[in-house]
């Protein structure tokens, strides 16, 4: 098993208790928080809040749960079982972990005027359950189409927590304590099903048969 992806996990483990101590014991990061929040609201429009509001809606529980048992079926079809069991553990897990970190973490920090936050509010579960499908459709492709899913898919998730933000549900850090437990989870589970590993000098070279006359 490759122990770098478990490397990569622990130091996003390590990385979202530091994000959530510091926002919740500094102040300055608190404001911070809150002014990044509250400018991005202010960019509200009829429009953008329409479209934050569909994009966002994909990963409700109902329509998420339907992408994934899709994408988890799709990997097994294709013959990538150890892949597809992985990648859907690796959601199941993520949403698990944020579900159980909200109550157990919840803590009341300033809100924008007029809009209350709850304090059960970090990790995003939005943002868990976007990233965390990026990465599982990124686990069970083959290599050679993961670059351009990678970079279509980045794209779609930038607009998406950013509509997390825009319609003010929440904070920045939320997103990030979201980013960070969906992409230690899937680096989990990148390290169970080999997908990451390349190919050995062994597995490269062409076997050589003894010359025959």
């Given at each position: 098993?490759?122990?770098?992806?478990?490397?990569?996990?622990?130091?996003?483990?390590?990385?979202?208790?530091?994000?959530?101590?510091?926002?919740?014991?500094?102040?300055?990061?608190?404001?911070?928080?809150?002014?990044?929040?509250e400018d991005a609201m202010r960019?509200?429009?009829?429009?953008?809040?329409?479209?934050?509001?569909?994009?966002?809606?994909?990963?409700?529980?109902?329509?998420?749960?339907?992408?994934?048992?899709?994408?988890?079926?799709?990997?097994?079809?294709?013959?990538?079982?150890?892949?597809?069991?992985?990648?859907?553990?690796?959601?199941?897990?993520?949403?698990?972990?944020?579900?159980?970190?909200?109550?157990?973490?919840?803590?009341?920090?300033?809100?924008?005027?007029?809009?209350?936050?709850?304090?059960?509010?970090?990790?995003?579960?939005?943002?868990?359950?976007?990233?965390?499908?990026?990465?599982a459709f990124v686990i069970v492709?083959?290599?050679?189409?993961?670059?351009?899913?990678?970079?279509?898919?980045?794209?779609?998730?930038?607009?998406?927590?950013?509509?997390?933000?825009?319609?003010?549900?929440?904070?920045?850090?939320?997103?990030?304590?979201?980013?960070?437990?969906?992409?230690?989870?899937?680096?989990?589970?990148?390290?169970?099903?080999?997908?990451?590993?390349?190919?050995?000098?062994?597995?490269?070279?062409?076997?050589?048969?003894?010359?025959?006359?």
């Amino acid at each position: 098993m490759d122990r770098r992806p478990l490397a990569f996990a622990a130091a996003c483990a390590g990385l979202a208790t530091a994000v959530y101590v510091v926002v919740v014991h500094v102040a300055l990061v608190q404001r911070l928080d809150l002014h990044v929040l509250e400018d991005a609201m202010r960019h509200r429009t009829e429009q953008r809040t329409t479209v934050a509001s569909d994009l966002v809606g994909l990963f409700d529980p109902a329509p998420f749960a339907v992408i994934t048992a899709s994408l988890v079926a799709g990997a097994l079809l294709a013959g990538r079982v150890r892949a597809g069991f992985a990648a859907g553990g690796a959601m199941l897990a993520a949403a698990v972990t944020t579900q159980l970190l909200k109550p157990a973490l919840a803590v009341q920090r300033p809100y924008p005027a007029d809009h209350y936050m709850p304090a059960a509010s970090w990790p995003s579960g939005h943002t868990t359950a976007i990233v965390s499908l990026l990465l599982a459709f990124v686990i069970v492709l083959p290599p050679r189409l993961r670059p351009p899913v990678a970079v279509l898919g980045g794209g779609i998730a930038a607009l998406a927590l950013g509509s997390i933000v825009l319609l003010g549900f929440h904070y920045p850090s939320d997103v990030l304590g979201g980013v960070l437990v969906a992409s230690g989870w899937s680096a989990v589970a990148l390290a169970v099903s080999g997908s990451g590993r390349a190919p050995t000098a062994a597995r490269r070279r062409p076997r050589s048969h003894p010359a025959t006359g």
